[in-house]
């Protein structure tokens, strides 16, 4: 499932963000590429180590632990720690599908990548090209939304970002392990929460709603993985 998800940060957060990486000093990109994916990524990158990277991915984790849709779609268990890449003169990134396990700098702690996210935090009026092209099972989709909006998508499409020809393009990338593995169940699960809340404010609560509500969480409890 592809979802796009609006204002994750708000106009004020984003810019804050802005200023912060324009003040930092970028590396090249390949630093988080795998050996197949480095001969096609040209870009730059925030070093994961630095103060900047961890504090601004603080932030939007925040955000996110309290957003209920990202919650219902994404069923997180773990989250690897915000990235942020520049692309300029144009810079791309060519068709990759992301590496399956991440282990968290520093920890232990690896991380199953099956859900990946890209937050823009440049607006689509101040560059040309860079959108980020998803292919799944109905096609290929182009997607380059406001800076705060965020999109997620499994880990286990192809896509690539096409060149940015005129000005520039931050973003913060990253991925999550679910707690449910398989994004049909995943789909299944969120279409099902959706309409559960979606009934609960049109008629209110009720005991068909109370039971729908612990059948979600059965099903939840039958296919999620800790
Ligand atoms: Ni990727």
Known sequence: MLLKIPTILSKNQVQQCRE????????DGDITAGYQ???????LQLPEESEACRQLGDTILEALAIHDLFISAALPLKIFPPLFNCYQSGQAFGAHIDNAIRRVPRTPVKVRTDISMTLFLTDPDKYDGGELIIEDTYGSHKVKLAAGDMVLYPSTSLHHVT??????RLASFFWLQSLVASGEKRR??????????????HIGDSSEIIQLTGLYHNLLRHWSHT
């Open 188 to 201: 299944l699960l969120f279409d099902m929460d959706r309409t559960i809340q979606s009934l609960r404010t």
């Open 163 to 168: 060149p940015v020809t005129r000005g520039h």
């Open 20 to 27: 912060r990486l324009y003040a930092t000093a970028w590396i």
């Open 37 to 43: 994916s480095s001969k096609t990524k040209n870009n």
